[in-house]
Nanobody
Framework: QVQLVESGGGTVQAGGSLRLSCAAS????????MGWYRQAPGKQRELVAH???????HYAGSVKGRFTISRDNAKNTVYLQMSSLKAEDTAVYYC????????????????WGQGTQVTVSS
């Protein structure tokens, strides 16, 4: 079992910044990719950014240059620093973590956080 706890959402004015955190806990054997997705009302969930175990990152074009994803492997935590926020960034943000859990033998997992609301007012 893997639990993800997100924090850091809220309401901010356009041009402002927010930092999201997502901490993973449980019988973790290895964490591979950690990422952030978002879902705006009436839209499909979309990838915002992800980071691999070796630190390689990928960003959606709409956030490149404004958002930065990072991870602290010692804390099993992934962060999303969001700057120059726009109204169109308003959404529920979900973290996603995949890797291996140790249940007698290592088994793959792919878990989602509960979601945190980010609202950008214009």
């Amino acid at each position: 079992q893997v639990q993800l706890v997100e924090s850091g959402g809220g309401t901010v004015q356009a041009g402002g910044s927010l930092r999201l955190s997502c901490a993973a806990s449980g019988s973790l054997f290895r964490i591979n990719t950690m990422g952030w997705y978002r879902q705006a009302p009436g839209k499909q969930r979309e990838l915002v950014a992800h980071i691999t175990s070796d630190g390689s990152t990928h960003y959606a074009g709409s956030v490149k240059g404004r958002f930065t994803i990072s991870r602290d492997n010692a804390k099993n935590t992934v962060y999303l620093q969001m700057s120059s926020l726009k109204a169109e960034d308003t959404a529920v943000y979900y973290c996603n973590v995949e890797g291996l859990v140790l249940v007698t033998i290592p088994r793959p997992f792919d878990s989602w956080g509960q979601g945190t609301q980010v609202t950008v007012s214009s």
